[in-house]
């Protein structure tokens, strides 16, 4: 009897040396022939070796499988266990490959009939689209969904060994940045620009803050703190999944405040327009620095790369600048050990950051720019 008042119908046995209990069943739902023909099941099992209780979680792993077995149903249970360790960005994107690319054609498909060729056409159909770098993450994707399959027994081997290689990646220089030389012009262009002025204000927040362009289009208003002059980014929104603070500039500052004027209303900073629920997507960015005519030698993500190499090359230390771009430390023992923010110094480097490119937009000559000693 249990503590509640319920009966079971109970089989102990010694297994291994060790004395336990099988639970056949409950009294009087399970009558006593059942209970019997139970038992007898069970003990055959001990006298194999095998415990009976482990056998029946076994049991009832293996069809609850057997009832999820398309590619869809396991994509599924891939990413609800996966997803919660990426950033938000990434597994979004994740679920839109799924849902656009490769579910609509394999989705509904059981996974153990799913073969080398499907695969190969879906994601020919992809690479047709001149999406290689696409195409390479539903194969990635696709693979990782087969791992499952084949660690629960619904697939026998992973259908997309034989395409590893398959995809050739376009050669894009997709980070290009601006050499110091190429500042002046595009600062002053960018402050002529006739396109939006929410664009505008985005492609300078984001040359002073060197912040990645999704971090800066997905930014809600209740990130940043105005007294303090910081902007806090929450670990979902950071590539490498850790709260990342900005210490923002006076220019910086000044451009949140324009800003609130024109979008102080919605959610975001950058929202798109007729609705406050979705944000400028960076396609924005790089559409603006086409119409800038820099397209061929910047990229918005590259902003990082100008302000990583001026910075260095005016002796602020490494580890700042990293922190400021909230690079993993590559090095894990240095890792543990190397938490500093560097607050006080990325403050100070990031305001001489501003104040260099105001210098170089009205073309001054000369300009104090480095480490303090």
Not at 43 to 56: A, S, Y
Not at 331 to 341: G, I, K, L, M, P
Request: glycine share 6%; hydrophobic share 35%.
């Amino acid at each position: 009897m249990t503590p509640s008042g319920g009966k079971h119908w109970r089989y102990r046995f010694r297994l291994g040396g060790k004395e336990s209990l099988f639970v056949i069943g409950e009294y009087p739902q399970v009558k006593a022939a059942d209970a019997r023909r139970r038992r007898d099941d069970a003990r055959q099992l001990v006298k194999q070796g095998i415990n009976p209780t482990h056998q029946r979680k076994l049991e009832e792993t293996t069809r609850k499988y057997e009832r999820a077995t398309t590619f869809e149903a396991v994509a599924a249970e891939w990413y609800g266990a996966k997803s919660g360790a990426w950033s938000v960005g990434y597994a979004g994107h994740v679920d839109t490959i799924l849902k656009k690319d490769i579910n609509p054609r394999i989705g509904a498909l059981p996974i153990k009939d799913i073969k080398t060729p499907i695969i190969h056409e879906v994601l020919r159909k992809i690479e047709a689209r001149q999406a290689p770098t696409r195409a390479i993450l539903a194969r990635q994707i696709i693979g990782s969904v087969f791992k499952l399959a084949i660690i629960t027994h619904r697939a026998e081997y992973n259908v997309v060994d034989p395409l590893k290689g398959e995809i050739a990646r376009r050669v894009v220089e997709h980070r290009k940045h601006l050499r110091d030389d190429d500042l002046p012009d595009f600062l002053r262009k960018l402050e002529d620009y006739s396109g939006h002025q929410t664009t505008a204000i985005a492609l300078k927040l984001l040359m002073l803050t060197a912040v990645r362009p999704g971090e800066l289009c997905g930014a809600p208003w209740r990130e940043f703190n105005i007294d303090r002059a910081e902007w806090r980014i929450p670990a979902a929104r950071m590539k490498m999944n850790e709260e990342h603070v900005v210490p923002l500039s006076r220019q910086a500052l000044e451009l949140l405040k324009q800003l609130r004027d024109l979008t102080g209303h919605a959610e975001y900073l950058f929202p798109t327009q007729g609705t406050k629920s979705q944000t400028m997507p960076t396609a924005t960015l790089r559409n603006a620095v086409t119409k800038l005519g820099y397209s061929d030698r910047f990229s918005p993500h590259g902003a990082r790369g100008t302000f990583s190499t001026m910075c260095n090359e005016a002796g602020f230390r490494p580890d700042v600048i990293e922190r400021q771009l909230a690079h993993a430390e590559r090095n894990s023992v240095r890792a543990s050990y190397n938490q500093a923010e560097y607050m006080p110094e990325r403050r100070q480097m990031m305001q001489q950051w501003a104040d260099k490119l105001d210098s170089l937009k009205v073309g001054a000559q000369v300009i104090p720019f480095g480490k303090v000693a």
